[in-house]
Structure formats: C-alpha cells, structure tokens
C-alpha cells in the first residue's frame, strides 16, 4: 500500500470523548475521525461535502500514530453562554486538554477509490499548503504540519515486533513491557458516518508506551519501507 508520514503538533488539543458531555475530556492521541477533518480542512471541502467524505476516507485510509512528545493534560474552566442572551448568568464547564502535544502519523491508502484525496493532501503536506486552519480537534487549537516521509506499507500476517506506536488490545499480546515508564490505554473511534456519528461498534482498545519509549508485541502488523529505512505499525 502506497503511504506517507506526517508530524502534527500545535499547543493544545482536544479530541473530545463523546461519553463526557458535561466536562469533555480528551482522547490521549489524534482520533482517526480528527484526522480525516483536518485532511478536509487543509484541501478546502466544505463540511457538507465532508459528509460522505467522512465514511468513505473511514474505510480507504488506515493511520497508526505515534508520540513525539509525552502525554500532558491540563483542565480548563470555560463559561457556557447563550448567544441570543451573552450577558445572563453562564453554566461553568471544564473542558481537558493536551498540552503541547505532538504525533508522528502513518497514512497508507486501502481503497484506490480514494487516491484522488490521498494525492492531494499528500502534495498539500509536501508544499505546506492549507487552504483552511488545521486543528488539533477543536477550532482553538491550530494544528502545524510537517513532511516527514513517503515509502510503502507491506502487511505482516503475524509476528513479534517492536514499535513505539499504538497496538490493538486482544488483538496484540505483550512481549515485554518494562515497569520504568507509563503504557496508555484508549478507546478509539475508527468509523465516522455521514451525519458526523462515530459507530460504538467501531471503536477500538489501543495501548500504546508513552515517549519516547517502545513496547514489544506479538500479532499482525505492517511495514513501512521508505528511503529512512524500514519500521513497524500497526495500523487501524
């Protein structure tokens, strides 16, 4: 499969549990249901063609992530108000988020039906072109992107590997995992409909170990060969 690796960063993120209305706190890493709205804001697609775009990118891109800063959470205290009454008494709400956060991200493409969009950004990273902000989850949250590679995924149907990325809990058993450093868990959302619902039933456990550290494990997973050598992903 042709792919390519990114960095995103920003100051602050916010990739909202949707279980936590009240006081929303945060994914640990970058959903793949945030990642494909960034992929529409950097190429300009209105959000009611991203309706469609949503389900099918769900399905034709696959993305692992990796750390490249260490997990940091910090509470904020908002006050909700009315815009039809601004100045009646406001509702405080606490939102979580990342501090600092920043993630090496894997693309590779599963469908050629969506090469059309997968080229596109792809060039965009390459040339530093957005033609709207790129958040971090939320519109107070601007995004940087960086190029970092392009290469090819090969499939592995089962081995031992190490990885410093997210792996699927059940699905990966652990090798050896040292106890000198954090090991994360997260449910994550994979599939996004075309009324922006992330189906529960395509959610999935990650683990993953906190930078800079790696964790070892048995299972599928997917190699990715570009000009700075090979690496290994796992890949949802």
Known sequence: MKGFQLIIEGNW??????ETNNNPISHDL??????IGLIGAVLGIEREDM????PQLSEDLLYGVQLRSPVKKISWGFTSRRAINPTAKGTPKYFEFLKD??????????NERSIPVFDEFKRSIKEEKAVYQPVLGWHNCPANLKWESEGDFTIIERGIFETKGFV???EHSPKDIPSNFRVGFDRMPTYQTDDFWNLPEK??????????????VEGVYFEYHS??????WCLI
């Not at 970058?30 to 990642?35: E, P, Q, V």
């Not at 309706?51 to 949503?54: A, D, L, N, T």
């Open 227 to 232: 000009s700075k050598g090979t690496e290994k």
């Open 13 to 18: 993120g916010h990739f909202k549990k949707p």
């Open 51 to 54: 309706k469609s775009k949503f």
């Open 101 to 110: 956060p920043k993630f090496l991200v894997s693309i590779a493409l599963n």
């Open 203 to 216: 959610y999935k456990n990650v683990i993953y170990p906190d930078y800079p550290h790696s964790i070892q």
């Open 168 to 170: 699927l809990a059940g």
């Open 30 to 35: 970058i959903t793949k249901s945030a990642l």
